[in-house]
């Protein structure tokens, strides 16, 4: 040390570094600067992680990784820090994010309603949406029809962020993230009715199947599939889960509806299906399927079945209870709609 120098205080915190400032555009055409978000020195990042402590599988989930995500809100973006977890189970190695998993490349909700959610909702390990934003611009696009588009030119132009200069991940996340945001406002179903529905196929000159019933004139196959599998919420009639009937309907169509849809509703415990009789033994064998306690046949296909019938609601007294108030041709009734659609698919 130099002699006359002033002694190092090491207690003493060292000058806060000059930070980078953002460009604010108000209403009246002025600008202003403002902070960029970024946690200033000595300011620790907010942590988002997963709400669930235990796997699907029953395992533990330990941490994995974090990652640096950007949270955007009616007041700017804010830097902060996702923690991904992973099952601890060797059979398993599922990720969680904060509000999803992901299996086979694919994102699964977990969030049952957005009070779960508290603040704010990941869709993306990177880029987060508060609730008051989302709510806001649901609202503004289905009032003011505004799109992700606009959406991303204002808030670039306001808050000047150049991670928004792409845009095109940020529109999809945002537009995902609203109608997730409506999904989880509604009121979660406590039972479903499924049925598949032939008027509504998709033609392709490619395919090649052998349909039932008469053939045509000239021998050719008819070029479609055989319709649209579809779960349905009986009391607000809205679309749960759609699949296109690749093949005839069976175990197999029903079984990767129920794999897609149980895992978002964990109240959900009665499900409608005309072969539900069919379908019992297998859902019996599945491990997956055991948060449902009541299989249905709905009351006009049930007319025609026996009184044997494990699922008839004519003649099982704690189906008659539990589906009282329940519409069960809910399936059907949503069809209807689709009558003059399935021209144009």
Known sequence: MASG??????????????????????????????????PRVGEARRIFRSHLFRCLCKGNLAEARKVDATLYGMSGPEKVSVVTVRCTSYSCRRTYGPHFYIDRSVKINTLPDVDVAEEAIFLSPKIGFTVNYLRYHMLLEFRALASARAALDVYSRVCDIEHCSGGGHFRDVHGSSI???????????????????????????????????????????????????????????????????????????????????????????????????????????TR??????????????????????PCNPHYVRRLARRFANVNTSAAEQVFTWFRQYARVC
């Not at 570094?17 to 209403?27: E, G, I, L, N, S």
């Not at 979660?188 to 008469?214: E, I, N, Q, R, W």
């Not at 197999?252 to 409608?272: N, Q, S």
């Not at 997956?288 to 009541?294: K, L, M, P, S």
């Open 5 to 38: 120098s002033a002694p190092i205080d090491l207690d003493t915190p060292s000058p806060r570094p000059a930070q980078a400032k953002r460009r604010r555009v108000h209403c009246d055409g002025s600008a202003s600067e403002d902070d960029d978000g970024l």
């Open 179 to 285: 109608m997730y945001f409506i999904a989880l406002s509604e009121y979660p179903p406590h039972d479903f009715c499924c049925d598949g529905h032939a008027k509504a196929h998709v033609k392709c000159d490619s395919l090649d199947k052998k349909h039932p019933g008469k053939p045509r004139a000239n021998g050719k196959r008819k070029p479609y599939g055989y319709g649209w599998f579809m779960a349905v919420d009986p009391r607000t009639l809205r679309v749960l889960g759609v699949s296109c009937l690749d093949q005839p309907e069976g175990d197999e169509v029903m079984d990767g509806i129920l794999t897609r849809l149980l895992p978002k509703y964990p109240l959900l415990d009665g499900i409608v299906l005309d072969r539900a009789c069919a379908f019992l033994p297998h859902a019996k064998r």
């Open 288 to 309: 997956e399927f055991a948060q449902v306690g009541y299989w249905c046949v709905d009351y006009f296909h049930g007319a025609k079945h026996s009184d044997q019938c």
